[in-house]
C-alpha cells in the first residue's frame, strides 16, 4: 500500500496559482511603467507649450516619473524574488 502523497491536482493548482501571481506581477510592472510614460508626456509637454508658467510643474513631473519608474521596478524584483523563493520551497 503507498503513503499517500500530495494530489497531483493540488500540485497543478499551486502551479497555476503561482503561475498567475507571476504574470500580475509583470501586468503591475506594466501599469508602472505606462504611468511614468504618462508622466513624461505630460511633463514634456508643459516644458514644449508653457516653457515659462509650467516649466517647474514640467520637470516636476519628469522627477516624479523617475521615482514612479523606480518605485515599479523595485516592487517587481522584489516580489519576483518572492516568488522565485515559494517555487523553490514547493519543488
Known amino acids: 500500500m503507498t503513503t499517500p502523497t500530495s494530489s497531483p491536482q493540488l500540485a497543478l493548482s499551486d502551479r497555476l496559482a503561482l503561475q498567475r501571481t507571476r504574470l500580475a506581477n509583470e501586468r503591475t510592472l506594466l501599469t508602472y511603467v505606462r ?9 514634456l509637454a508643459l516644458i514644449q507649450f508653457h516653457p515659462e508658467r509650467g516649466g517647474r510643474l514640467g520637470y516636476t513631473a519628469l522627477a516624479v516619473a523617475a521615482v514612479v ?8 524584483r522584489a516580489h519576483r524574488q518572492q516568488l522565485a523563493a515559494c517555487q523553490q520551497a514547493a519543488s
Do not use: K, Q
Open 69 to 76: 519608474l523606480a518605485v515599479g521596478l523595485w516592487r517587481f
Open 35 to 43: 504611468t511614468s510614460l504618462a508622466l513624461v508626456g505630460f511633463g
